[in-house]
Structures are given as C-alpha cells and as structure tokens.
C-alpha cells in the first residue's frame, strides 16, 4: 500500500525540471513571460551600458544614484497623495525617484569641488545620506493609512514578479533608447572612456558627453528600479561588464559579451525565481550574474585564473630548463668540454635547486631535446648546446652592462642577469652587444665572453 502511494506521488526533481523547461522554452504562465522579457531586456541593456561607466570610472556614480532615487519615489508618493492622486502609480513615482537621483549624483560632483573632499568620499556621503533619508520616509508613509499597502518597499529590493505588461513596455523603450544612444555615440564614448584629453583636442564637447551618459544611467536605472530594486541595481551595470573584460580587450566585443551576460543573467534570475518558491527575483538575478563573473574569473581563456596559473607554469617552466642548460654549459667551461657530462651533485651544487626542482628542470630539457642522459648524469645535444650559447649569451653580456654602466659590483651581477636573461629578445642582445664593444668594455671578441666574475665548481660566483 505505501509502496503504491509513493510510486502515484510525482518525483519533486522530475517536476522541477519540467517547470524549467516549460519557462525555457516559454510556455509557462503570461505574467512569467513577462517578467523573463522584461528583465532579460533590462540586463541586455544595463550589460552594454555598464561597460562605458566601467571604463569611464563612473561606476560608484550609478550606485549613488541608485540609492538616491529611494527617497525621491518616498516624496513622490507623499507629493501624490496630498494632491489626491495615486502615489503608487509608476508614471507619478519614476519621475521622482530620477529628480532625486539626479540631484544626488549632482550633490556628489559638487562635494568633489572642496578641497578636501575625493570622489570615493564624496559618494559615500550621498550614498548614505539619501538612501537614509529615503528609509525615514518610508517608515514615515507606512505609519499614514494605505502607507503599508503602497508597495514602496519594493524599490530598495525590487519586486520583478508583480510586473505587468505596461511595465515591460516601459522597460523595453526605455532600454531601446538607451541601446540606440550606445550605438549612435559608440565613437564618442569609446573616446571619452580612453582618453579624455584627446577627445577635447579633436573638439568633442567631453563634459556634454559626459551629461549625456548621466542621463542614460538614470534612464535605466528608474527602469529597473521596480525590478531589482535601488540597491541591486548597480549590480546589474558593473558585474556583466566586469565579467566581460576577462574575455576580450575589445570594446565592441566586451559590450556584446556584456549585454549578454546581463541577459543571461536575468533570465536565469527570473527563472529560478519563478521555479523556486519564496525565492526573490532581484536578489536571484544578482546571484545569476555572479556566479557568470566567478566562472568568467576562473575560466576565460586569456586573463582567467587557471589560464594565468598555467602561464605562470610555463614561464617557470622554462626559467628552469634554461638555467640548467647554463649550469650545464658553465660546467663545461670549468673542465674544457662542451659536451662534459655533469652528476646530480653538480648541477645541485651550482643552482642551489632542491632534488625535486632539478628533476622538473632536467625532464623539461630532455623533452626538447636539449639535454640527454649519459653515465649516469647529463650532458648537452647540440640542439642544446645551441641554445645554451644564446642564454648565457645574453646572460654575461647582461652582467657586463650592469658592472660597466650601473656601477654594480661583479660579484652581485649574477642574480640581477639570472632575472632578465629569459626576457632579453635577440634584436635587444645584439644592441647590447654592440653597445659593449662600441666603449671597450668586453675583453674577447667571443660569440660567448667570459663572466665578470669567477665561474668556480661549486656556484656561480
């Protein structure tokens, strides 16, 4: 029998994952939907947005306007229900809440005039002096009749889920002038965002630019007030475009990446949100957004934590295997032949190595060919005779330019050359050379010199 009745009930993972797919592939509810376009247009549109307040260093600037707006909607609705009207309707409130975010970010420009005043510190203030004020008027409006139903505390969190179809329409004009400012001033931005100072020698009018993008954050930032609220907002315009720096240096490139991401992002939001129960919408966005900048932090291909600790692999990597081609090549200086075979306890006694570090060193060379065992220790191929020649090349005559020029004694040339040898190009080798010889400072006319210093069984000094 209860085996029966276990068997009837529905598998709770099974009924997610079809309400998944039913929102994925829209087919769920009509208010759903909405709140899955809206929110997806909102992030589109604060993604490519919030790649020029990135670049430009205005991204603090969104979130004191963000917060600014609070107290803004608060004396909107009480403005509104003095004079007899519907303080909670959005036509009444939105205006508000951009005046105040507007006089906000104004306040913050003028506190930037004191001498003593920085930026950082002058948001702060604002930052935290208007949305105080806001949450004093919001305990002030809950106390009147009405005040509790109004619905203003959904402006500090956002209430994505009570969007309706006038709603995303006001968000997607909203973000359609917002993209098409993007695109019609690609240029102007860009070079606001690069360079400020050539941008006024071409004659661009930087600080009308400058108004100009302030005017599109408060356009999308009261237009995604109701969703995702005062505070959360700002999430929206700087973690796609931080994401997307970590995949291209490109402008163009990051502001589509950007735009995506904050699509994405929302979505994903938004869906969960309306699959999970009692899970808010705003902050399930934020989270979305996040978890696509930690992964974009760990995985892209080129500034991603794995492909940076990869690099990093290499490069000491191949600093070893190079300085064992130039202990094994100073050895063979020491006994007259180039192709001396040197014991574990030689190489160990010239590079200072651990037992570990050396063996990494040496299966490195021999991968290359470079290096090859023989009676129980290692000598050099050609190919590896070669290339140590070319090390300890820029290697000597480094130590020769540092003695000479810099004025460093030759018994401590040798560690500063061991740190710049592996980066020394071959044009920059050449110049050095001829720069050497040009004042009579190398001794031979060898295609390797002799060290400065003395090159002895046990070390390099």
């Given at each position: 029998?209860?085996?029966?009745?276990?068997?009837?009930l529905?598998?709770?993972?099974q009924?997610?994952?079809s309400?998944?797919?039913?929102?994925?592939t829209?087919r769920s509810?009509?208010?759903?939907?909405?709140?899955?376009?809206?929110?997806?247009?909102?992030?589109?549109?604060?993604?490519?947005?919030?790649?020029?307040?990135?670049?430009?260093g205005?991204?603090l600037?969104?979130?004191?306007?963000?917060?600014?707006?609070?107290?803004?909607?608060?004396v909107?609705?009480?403005?509104?229900?003095?004079?007899?009207?519907?303080?909670r309707?959005?036509?009444?409130?939105l205006?508000?809440?951009?005046?105040?975010?507007?006089?906000?970010v104004?306040?913050?420009?003028?506190?930037?005039?004191?001498?003593?005043?920085?930026?950082?510190?002058?948001?702060?203030?604002?930052?935290?002096?208007?949305?105080?004020?806001?949450?004093?008027?919001?305990?002030?409006i809950?106390?009147?009749?009405?005040?509790?139903?109004?619905?203003?505390?959904?402006?500090?969190?956002?209430q994505a889920?009570t969007?309706?179809?006038?709603?995303?329409r006001?968000?997607?004009?909203?973000?359609?002038?917002?993209?098409?400012?993007?695109?019609?001033?690609?240029?102007?931005?860009?070079?606001?965002?690069?360079?400020?100072?050539?941008?006024?020698?071409?004659g661009?009018?930087?600080?009308?630019?400058d108004?100009?993008?302030l005017?599109?954050?408060?356009?999308?930032?009261?237009?995604g007030?109701?969703?995702?609220?005062?505070?959360?907002?700002?999430?929206?315009?700087?973690?796609?475009?931080?994401?997307?720096?970590?995949?291209?240096?490109?402008?163009?490139?990051m502001?589509?990446?950007?735009a995506?991401?904050?699509?994405?992002?929302?979505?994903a939001?938004?869906?969960?949100?309306?699959?999970?129960?009692?899970?808010?919408?705003?902050?399930?966005i934020?989270?979305?957004?996040?978890s696509?900048?930690?992964?974009?932090?760990?995985?892209?291909?080129?500034?991603?934590?794995?492909?940076?600790?990869?690099?990093?692999?290499?490069?000491?990597?191949?600093?070893?295997?190079?300085?064992?081609?130039?202990?094994?090549?100073?050895?063979?200086?020491?006994?007259?032949?180039?192709?001396?075979?040197?014991?574990?306890?030689?190489?160990?006694?010239?590079?200072?190595?651990?037992?570990?570090?050396?063996?990494?060193?040496?299966r490195?060379?021999?991968?290359?060919?470079?290096?090859r065992?023989a009676?129980g220790?290692?000598?050099?191929?050609?190919?590896?005779?070669?290339?140590?020649?070319?090390?300890?090349r820029?290697h000597?005559?480094?130590?020769?330019?540092?003695?000479?020029?810099?004025?460093i004694?030759?018994?401590?040339?040798?560690?500063?050359?061991d740190?710049?040898?592996?980066?020394?190009?071959?044009?920059?080798?050449?110049?050095l050379?001829?720069?050497?010889?040009?004042?009579?400072?190398?001794?031979?006319?060898?295609?390797?010199?002799?060290?400065?210093?003395?090159?002895?069984?046990?070390g390099?000094h």
């Amino acid at each position: 029998m209860i085996s029966a009745l276990a068997t009837s009930l529905p598998d709770p993972t099974q009924t997610a994952m079809s309400a998944w797919w039913e929102i994925l592939t829209f087919r769920s509810s009509h208010n759903t939907n909405v709140v899955l376009s809206g929110t997806a247009l909102l992030g589109v549109a604060a993604g490519a947005m919030g790649t020029f307040l990135l670049l430009r260093g205005r991204a603090l600037v969104a979130d004191a306007l963000s917060h600014a707006a609070l107290p803004g909607v608060c004396v909107a609705f009480l403005v509104a229900t003095a004079l007899g009207s519907d303080g909670r309707s959005l036509a009444i409130l939105l205006p508000g809440a951009a005046l105040f975010g507007l006089l906000g970010v104004g306040v913050v420009q003028l506190l930037m005039t004191l001498p003593r005043v920085k930026e950082d510190a002058a948001i702060g203030v604002v930052l935290s002096v208007f949305f105080a004020l806001g949450v004093v008027l919001l305990s002030v409006i809950q106390k009147q009749p009405g005040g509790n139903s109004a619905g203003l505390n959904n402006f500090i969190f956002g209430q994505a889920a009570t969007m309706q179809a006038g709603d995303r329409r006001l968000i997607a004009v909203l973000a359609g002038v917002v993209l098409l400012a993007c695109m019609a001033l690609y240029k102007e931005f860009r070079l606001l965002c690069f360079d400020r100072g050539f941008a006024r020698g071409m004659g661009y009018r930087t600080g009308l630019l400058d108004g100009v993008l302030l005017a599109l954050l408060t356009i999308l930032t009261i237009a995604g007030l109701n969703a995702v609220g005062a505070i959360l907002m700002v999430a929206l315009l700087i973690i796609p475009p931080a994401a997307a720096r970590f995949w291209s240096d490109r402008l163009l490139v990051m502001i589509i990446i950007a735009a995506v991401v904050g699509g994405i992002g929302c979505f994903a939001g938004a869906s969960a949100s309306a699959v999970i129960e009692h899970l808010p919408t705003g902050p399930a966005i934020v989270v979305a957004c996040g978890s696509i900048f930690v992964v974009s932090l760990v995985a892209a291909p080129r500034r991603g934590l794995v492909a940076a600790g990869v690099r990093r692999l290499r490069v000491a990597s191949t600093v070893a295997r190079e300085h064992v081609l130039r202990a094994l090549y100073e050895h063979g200086e020491i006994v007259n032949d180039d192709q001396a075979i040197a014991s574990r306890t030689d190489l160990l006694a010239r590079r200072g190595w651990s037992d570990a570090h050396l063996r990494a060193a040496l299966r490195a060379a021999i991968r290359r060919r470079e290096v090859r065992a023989a009676n129980g220790g290692w000598q050099l191929s050609p190919e590896g005779l070669a290339a140590a020649r070319t090390i300890v090349r820029g290697h000597r005559l480094w130590e020769y330019f540092l003695s000479t020029r810099a004025g460093i004694a030759p018994t401590h040339v040798d560690r500063d050359a061991d740190d710049i040898e592996h980066v020394l190009g071959e044009e920059l080798v050449d110049q050095l050379e001829a720069d050497l010889r040009a004042r009579g400072a190398l001794p031979d006319g060898a295609l390797v010199p002799r060290s400065v210093h003395t090159i002895s069984p046990g070390g390099t000094h």
